[in-house]
């Protein structure tokens, strides 16, 4: 049964914002919501019409926002609330969305709920965060993780993680993720009675917090906000090894959604579509936390990836090697589309704030080949600010805000060959994170003055994308050549009688194939870069170079 969905969605492309590295436009080496207001309308030239807004609300910074404070309130160093307000309305001028990043499932110690909870004296929140009933009560012990599981299912089985002695209350309390981040209470699946603190979902404490919960988004949906990135979608019950208990959280906000902000969004980190789809999100990213697909793509060797073992010998599918197998990510990818089919959408994103930038080892001939496979996907597209002009990853970088091996990800953009790339005119020591150091560094003015370069190849694929409804969120992918440990890829899109041919070859060397073509009429080319094609009989002949890609319109036979 479909559900309904926003509008705007089918002709989506969101720009993920890192805002600390983004532009700092009162000197004092932090990016900023007037930064962003000051880009928006680079932001649209790329093609992108909605943005994903990383944690802006006050916080400690121990985990780069992830960590909150107060949910209701912009942290100063972005700016104020009358600013995100200025912002939501200059996106929604230009036609643009704005969504915001949600924290559910944690807030950092300094929150107040959390100060009161940690009193020994029983109050409001007592109960709001999961506390033992003693501090000396030991957690239980690890239950054994699946042979061949995913980060997903790990952090589903794995025990709780406690912090003991703090404040004066008697017990310890559980962590989602650092130790400063004290999980929110929303009950446990099923409930030890062995151990009265581990209240039902039921209980007026966790049911409480869902209230909250739900009163934050509505605050920000009534101020002009087009939905939110939650953050660790799948953490909130704890207990919940098979996540019922979490999805029919889901689906209770989701109801909300549609009676209420029918044009806003819902969308999930679960890296897990059929979980979080029939949840009620209306998308979830592919991503490194769940199944191996998305590392299989362009992050699996130990180099781009951190969490292989070292030694493990695997390729990437998107590889001047060509080593890699394409069938690892798409037989995941069809059966999680096949589920999820008239539900929402799956997005497989550049990368994000979390992961080694999709630039890293690569030039941009690959760069270019693995925007047109971005940008010719169903479901959503995502674009991590930066990767459009190629930024690298950044090695050896001192942890920032909890980043550790992900500081690298997060480096100022850059913008021009001015002092700190054009990022920020504070001294150079007083940045949030220093600007490369690479000599002829990627920026965005000098890729705008180049014709043939990464930023303006995405910037005609998004045009493409958005005058080719085929090629948007609804329009179906049927394979036609995808074998496994083979080269190429292709595949067709269509919708509505039109169909799209895309054809992708990420390896560094040249390859012909030949393909069973949906009809006997010509293929006429829309964009390409190193490949040809022509018919043979009643099958289609595809020639292409190393590192090529083509996109062709597959028009019918002419009525005799």
């Given at each position: 049964m479909k559900r309904p969905s926003p509008a705007w969605l089918s002709r989506a492309i969101f720009y993920e914002l890192y805002p600390q590295s983004f532009l700092d436009t009162n000197a004092d080496g932090i990016g900023?919501?007037?930064?962003?207001?000051?880009?928006?309308?680079?932001?649209?030239?790329?093609?992108?019409?909605?943005?994903?807004?990383?944690?802006?609300?006050?916080?400690?910074?121990?985990?780069?926002g992830y960590d909150v404070a107060d949910f209701y309130h912009v942290d100063p160093r972005y700016g104020t609330d009358a600013d995100l307000v200025r912002l939501f309305a200059a996106a929604h001028r230009r036609g643009m969305k704005v969504c915001l990043d949600l924290v559910a499932g944690h807030t950092s110690t300094a929150h107040p709920w959390f100060q009161a909870s940690a009193k020994a004296e029983r109050?409001?929140?007592?109960?709001?965060?999961?506390?033992?009933?003693?501090?000396?009560?030991?957690?239980?012990?690890?239950?054994?993780?699946?042979?061949?599981?995913?980060?997903?299912?790990?952090?589903?089985?794995?025990?709780?993680?406690?912090?003991?002695?703090?404040?004066?209350?008697?017990?310890?309390?559980?962590?989602?993720?650092?130790?400063?981040?004290?999980?929110?209470?929303?009950?446990?699946?099923?409930?030890?009675?062995?151990?009265?603190?581990?209240?039902?979902?039921?209980?007026?404490?966790?049911?409480?917090?869902?209230?909250?919960?739900k009163k934050i988004i509505r605050h920000f949906l009534d101020l002009g906000c087009d939905g939110f990135r939650v953050d660790m979608a799948f953490s909130l019950v704890k207990g919940d090894t098979d996540f019922r208990e979490t999805m029919l959280l889901?689906?209770?906000?989701?109801?909300?959604?549609?009676?209420?902000?029918?044009?806003?969004?819902?969308?999930?980190?679960?890296?897990?579509?059929?979980?979080?789809?029939?949840?009620?999100?209306?998308?979830?990213?592919?991503?490194?936390?769940?199944?191996?697909?998305?590392?299989?793509?362009?992050?699996?060797?130990?180099?781009?990836?951190?969490?292989?073992?070292?030694g493990q010998k695997t390729a990437s599918y998107f590889d001047r090697r060509g080593a890699g197998d394409i069938r690892i990510f798409l037989d995941y990818y069809l059966a999680q589309r096949a589920a999820t089919r008239g539900l929402g959408h799956i997005s497989v994103p550049t990368g994000n704030?979390?992961?080694?930038?999709?630039?890293?080892?690569?030039?941009?001939?690959?760069?270019?080949?693995?925007?047109?496979?971005?940008?010719?996907?169903?479901?959503?597209?995502?674009?991590?600010?930066?990767?459009?002009?190629?930024?690298?990853?950044?090695?050896?970088?001192?942890?920032?805000?909890?980043?550790?091996?992900?500081?690298?990800?997060?480096?100022?953009?850059?913008?021009?060959?001015?002092a700190n790339a054009g990022f920020s005119t504070a001294p150079r020591d007083k940045l949030y994170l220093p600007v490369t150091s690479k000599k002829r560094a990627a920026t965005v003015v000098g890729q705008?003055?180049?014709?043939?370069?990464l930023l303006n190849c995405l910037r005609t694929l998004a045009a493409l994308r958005a005058r080719t409804p085929a090629l948007q969120a609804n329009g179906d992918l049927v394979p036609v050549y995808a074998r496994k440990k083979k080269y190429p890829f292709a595949y067709l899109r269509t919708l509505d009688g039109d169909t799209i041919l895309v054809a992708l070859n990420p390896s560094g060397r040249r390859?012909?194939?030949?393909?069973?073509?949906?009809?006997?009429?010509?293929?006429?080319?829309?964009?390409?870069?190193?490949?040809?094609?022509?018919?043979?009989?009643?099958?289609?002949?595809?020639?292409?170079?190393?590192?090529?890609?083509?996109?062709?319109?597959?028009?019918p036979a002419p009525t005799p």
């Open positions: 900023d919501l007037p930064g962003v207001i000051a880009k928006l309308d680079y932001i649209k030239s790329l093609g992108c019409n909605a943005v994903w807004l990383n944690p802006c609300f006050v916080s400690p910074m121990g985990d780069a109050n409001k929140y007592s109960d709001w965060f999961i506390w033992t009933n003693s501090v000396w009560e030991r957690p239980a012990p690890p239950k054994p993780a699946p042979a061949s599981g995913t980060i997903l299912q790990a952090m589903s089985t794995a025990p709780l993680q406690l912090v003991r002695g703090y404040g004066e209350r008697d017990g310890g309390y559980v962590a989602n993720y650092f130790y400063f981040q004290p999980a929110l209470n929303y009950g446990f699946a099923h409930p030890d009675p062995t151990k009265p603190w581990q209240l039902p979902v039921s209980h007026p404490a966790p049911q409480a917090v869902r209230r909250e919960m889901w689906q209770d906000m989701r109801r909300m959604f549609d009676r209420d902000y029918p044009e806003c969004v819902l969308i999930s980190e679960w890296s897990d579509p059929e979980k979080a789809i029939t949840a009620g999100f209306h998308m979830d990213f592919m991503i490194h936390l769940g199944h191996p697909a998305y590392t299989s793509l362009f992050r699996a060797e130990p180099a781009r990836n951190r969490s292989l073992s070292i704030h979390d992961i080694i930038r999709l630039a890293h080892g690569r030039n941009a001939a690959e760069l270019k080949v693995a925007f047109a496979f971005f940008y010719t996907l169903p479901g959503i597209p995502y674009l991590y600010n930066g990767d459009e002009i190629g930024m690298d990853y950044v090695r050896g970088l001192v942890s920032k805000e909890g980043g550790y091996t992900r500081t690298g990800s997060r480096t100022p953009m850059q913008w021009n060959t001015t705008e003055r180049d014709p043939a370069s390859v012909s194939v030949l393909l069973d073509a949906p009809a006997r009429g010509e293929a006429h080319p829309l964009l390409i870069a190193g490949a040809k094609i022509r018919r043979a009989g009643s099958r289609l002949c595809l020639e292409m170079g190393p590192l090529s890609y083509g996109l062709f319109r597959l028009a």
